[in-house]
């Protein structure tokens, strides 16, 4: 058994177990190593791997952990944790922020458009009914539809020098009546459906709202047909009293969003 090594290059002797790593610079005075002490290194090298072998990679693999954060700036209610998958061989970690949120915002739309600001009735013949009509253009993005109303300003056509004369069916043989028309379907969504085919209707006071058009989607505004065509009518006798007659009307759209 070797005790001692002979260092060649400054003559001092040391024991061999001091270093492996040492002994592969250490010579005899022949400049080689001695046999034992090559054995030696050897085994102590093959052990090594031996040892790392057997681990399996044991000195590449780290129990899962969490190596970082996913976040959301401004916020910890996103924070999830990211996790190493626990081997180095598979050069992966994953992690994941959720529910981050995408907004957008539609503004309503609704717009009437009505064709014309007055009504000319001609000058009325007894018992022969005259009547004249207006379009009305709708457009809006109202989930459910619109519906628009007509109202009379004064409950008939009003006689402009007494107001207390009206024609409408208040007198034998007179009438003042609203009826609507749907116009060309321009709607592109699928079950669109417009309810605007009205019989002429009495008008007698100034306070009920005629429905003369409702639909339940949105439609577009094609600037071409009118939704609805709007008529009024009247009818008077040999009795009504002469003068000039006027009515004003209200159209109020509503959208259903």
């Known amino acids: 058994m070797i005790e001692y090594i002979y260092v060649w290059s400054i003559g001092l002797k040391i024991k061999p177990k001091v270093c492996i790593q040492t002994l592969i610079y250490f010579h005899n005075h022949n400049g080689m190593i001695k046999t034992k002490i090559k054995k030696a290194i050897a ?13 399996g990679g044991a000195i590449n693999t780290y129990a899962a952990s969490q ?37 957008a915002e539609v503004l309503p739309t609704l ?50 020098t007494n107001n207390s004369i009206k024609i409408n069916n208040s007198n034998v043989g007179e009438s003042y009546t609203f009826a609507a028309t749907a116009g060309a379907n321009d709607s592109s969504i699928t079950g669109f459906v417009q309810s605007s085919n009205v019989a002429a209707t009495e008008v007698n006071n100034n306070t009920t709202e005629h429905v003369i058009y409702s639909t339940n989607k949105g ?39």
């Not at 085994?43 to 681990?55: D, E, P, R």
């Not at 401004?74 to 907004?103: K, L, P, Q, R």
């Open 219 to 257: 439609e577009k505004d094609d600037n071409t047909n009118s939704d609805v065509a709007f008529t009024v009518a009247t009818t008077t006798t040999a009795e009504t009293t002469a003068g000039s007659y006027e009515d004003k009307i209200t159209f109020t759209v509503t959208g259903n969003f």
């Open 43 to 55: 085994l102590a090298g093959i052990a090594t791997i031996a040892a790392t072998s057997a681990l």
């Open 67 to 103: 190596i970082g954060t996913g976040s959301v700036t401004g916020t910890s209610s996103f924070d999830s944790s990211i996790m190493w998958d626990g081997t180095y061989t598979a050069n992966s970690a994953s992690g994941s922020v959720s529910n981050v949120i995408v907004t």
């Open 111 to 160: 717009n009437m458009t009505v064709s014309t600001g007055a009504i000319d009735l001609g000058t009325l013949v007894a018992n022969v009914q005259s009547n004249g009509s207006l379009g009305i253009e709708i457009g809006t993005n109202a989930a459910n539809g619109v519906t628009i109303t007509a109202r009379s300003w004064s409950g008939g056509l009003t006689n402009t």
